[in-house]
């Protein structure tokens, strides 16, 4: 069995990334940088620019992203990436995901254009939690761009202040129709005595199931909620452009 990437320290990946001196300094920077960030967590989401991309260099983006560690020549940025998770806390993959790859290729895959996944091409994807599938998920995801010709944004919701709740039921007399064709109808509020009430009906139903996690969220969730920081008329004028985002790309 042959390894892609030979083992290397902590002060070998640093070194093989800041061979000149300028390069130690900024390097320097950016890893306290990432430091002050991991300790005080000042926002949802920090963003690392500046690094030298050679598009050309890395030429075409492989088909699939089964073998395509091997040989990369996007080797120089995926140190570098690496550099910046290992500064955040210890670097994880998972089993069932990219053969335990702790570094997944983001590119897309013939036939999977209109899958919900990261590798589809022109299917739109949905807001969501990352690995939401694990208690033990990561604290942090890191996204590293390497291609972006069309300029495809990255969107990111941190709304801790702004509690809301959707749900929503399929209407009866629908059994003969597909899926995703189905209709729902749907309610929502933004009330914050109404969102925690349904958080502690999730979190019961959780309990009951056998799930431990449960019971800590009903801890969690015994206090009354905070007052709203702000009118609950712009929390809901804000979640009808997220509602009406949704529903224009489902």
């Known amino acids: 069995m042959s390894l892609a990437y030979q083992p290397m320290t902590m002060v070998e990946l640093a070194g093989h990334l800041s061979r000149q001196p300028d390069e ?3 390097w320097k920077h950016v890893w306290e940088f990432l430091e002050e960030y991991r300790i ?7 963003l690392v620019s500046g690094l030298d991309v050679d598009e050309a260099a890395l030429g075409d983006t492989p088909a699939h992203w089964q073998g395509s560690q091997h040989g990369s020549t996007a080797f120089p940025q995926e140190i570098f990436f690496l550099l910046c998770g290992s500064a ?23 036939g999977h254009e209109h899958y919900e996944l990261g590798s589809n091409s022109l299917q739109h994807l949905s807001w969501h939690t990352e690995d939401a599938f694990h208690p033990c998920r990561g604290d942090y995801v890191a996204l590293m761009c390497l291609k972006n010709p069309d300029q495809v944004e990255t969107v990111v919701c941190d709304a801790a202040d702004h509690p809301a709740v959707l749900t929503a039921w399929e209407l009866p007399g629908q059994s003969t129709v597909a899926d995703r064709d189905r209709l729902f109808e749907s309610i929502w509020t933004v009330e914050p005595g109404a969102v925690r009430d349904a958080a502690r009906a999730c979190a019961q139903v959780a309990q009951q199931l056998g799930h431990p996690e449960g019971a800590a969220l009903l801890y969690d969730l015994a206090d ?3 007052a709203p920081p702000v009118e609950l008329v712009q929390a809901t004028s804000l979640l009808n452009r997220v509602v009406a985002y949704v529903d224009q790309w489902a």
């Open 24 to 26: 130690k300094i900024r």
């Open 40 to 46: 005080a967590e000042p926002s949802a989401l920090c």
């Open 88 to 110: 955040l806390g210890d670097v994880f993959g998972w089993a069932t995901q990219q053969d335990g790859r702790i570094m997944h290729d983001v590119l897309p895959i013939k």
């Open 224 to 226: 009354e909620p905070a």
